[in-house]
């Protein structure tokens, strides 16, 4: 039994070892990767927080709009609570640390990355 399969059945997804499911078959949608606005797929949730905050951080050097800089900083505050929250969580090595080891995430046991 590979890794892999013991991480499905500890999750209690799939059949037998070697079985595949069908995209959008997965029992816990958040497993699917999920896809970006041109179509690029994030590897796991901290990639899409990485690009998020990459992407407020240039429109609020971009935006002439002191409102719109304002809102995409209150944004850009949740983005860097959210990562500061996983990055917390993979220290303590708590039941969400946990879970994101089990779904594969490649930013397990980095902090920041």
């Not at 070892?17 to 497993?31: H, L, Q, Y």
Request: glycine share 14%; proline share 6%; charged share 25%.
């Amino acid at each position: 039994m590979s890794a892999m399969d013991f991480a499905a059945a500890l999750r209690g997804g799939g059949g037998p070892p070697g079985v595949e499911t069908a995209p959008g078959d997965s029992e816990n949608p958040a497993e699917e990767r999920a896809e970006g606005p041109q179509g690029e797929l994030f590897e796991d949730s901290m990639q899409a927080l990485d690009v998020a905050e990459e992407a407020l951080h240039a429109f609020i050097r971009m935006d002439p709009d002191a409102q719109d800089k304002a809102q995409a900083a209150r944004a850009l505050q949740v983005v860097l609570g959210l990562k500061g929250a996983h990055q917390k969580s993979v220290q303590a090595g708590d039941a969400k640390s946990l879970s994101r080891a089990l779904s594969g995430s490649g930013s397990i046991g980095v902090p920041g990355g």
